[in-house]
């Protein structure tokens, strides 16, 4: 099974900052990778597929990067409405794993 | 729109028994892997089960391996999951998720399935 380990575990900022979040994988997925964001009470919500697509809708301050291991979420200057806890998921391999998650918070 | 509307969450004894139901609206159903991504409270994502387009392939998680059966009927754009031998450990929100084998794309918005006696 491939693990996914997400860091910071949580990552305060303030409204305009900018915000780097990181996930490394046990072994190799390619590009085979996604983010979400999961708001309270909310579902999640495919925010980058493919370790760098932006989802429909997805706004362009919000970008994915990395390859192999490594990968980053970046949102480049905080919005009230991005403040919430975002998961990665590998799809190289079965079983699917998700990373623990980073809440980001103000 | 896509839309996912899962069923069938409850409260049910341990060892028990539940079926999650999935009604999927506003894209081609046979033409989409499907999904099941649950929640514990408090907890991260954890994927369950995938199945492929005709259900000639299902996977499963090893936690729930020969106790859960992911099931799927073209014809009605439902998606289902028989959840047996049921233990306090598989209290989660249940997501049904569009995709499998990939990223999915778009999330039901759950069902609460407690196991407590």
């Known amino acids: 099974e491939i693990v996914m380990t997400q860091s910071p575990a949580t990552l305060s900022v303030s409204p305009g900052e900018r915000a780097t979040l990181s996930c490394r994988a046990s072994?190799?997925?390619?590009?085979?990778l996604a983010w979400y964001q999961q708001k309270p009470g909310q579902a999640p919500r495919l925010l980058i597929y493919d370790a760098s697509t932006r989802a429909i809708g997805i706004p362009a301050r919000i970008s994915g990067s990395g390859s192999a291991t490594e990968f980053t979420l970046t949102i480049s200057s905080l919005q009230s409405e991005d403040f919430a806890v975002y998961y990665c998921?590998?799809?190289?391999?079965?079983?699917?794993?998700f990373g623990g998650g980073t809440k980001v918070e103000i | 729109e896509v839309q996912l509307l899962e069923s069938g969450g409850g409260l049910v004894q341990p060892g028990g028994s539940l079926r999650l139901s999935c009604a999927a609206s506003?894209?081609?159903?046979?033409?989409?892997?499907m999904s099941w991504v649950r929640q514990a409270p408090g907890k991260g994502l954890e994927w369950v089960s995938s199945i492929s387009t005709t259900a000639g392939n299902t996977y499963y998680a090893d936690s729930v391996k020969g106790r859960f059966t992911i099931s799927r009927d073209n014809s009605k754009n439902t998606l289902y999951l028989q959840m047996d031998t049921l233990r306090a450990e598989d209290t989660a929100v249940y997501y049904c998720?569009?995709?499998?084998?990939?990223?999915?794309?778009?999330w039901g918005q759950g069902t609460l399935v407690t196991v407590s006696s």
């Open positions: 998921q590998q799809y190289n391999n079965w079983p699917l794993t």
């Open positions: 998720a569009k995709g499998g084998g990939a990223d999915f794309n778009y």
């Open positions: 072994q190799s997925v390619s590009s085979n």
């Open positions: 506003g894209f081609t159903f046979i033409s989409y892997a």
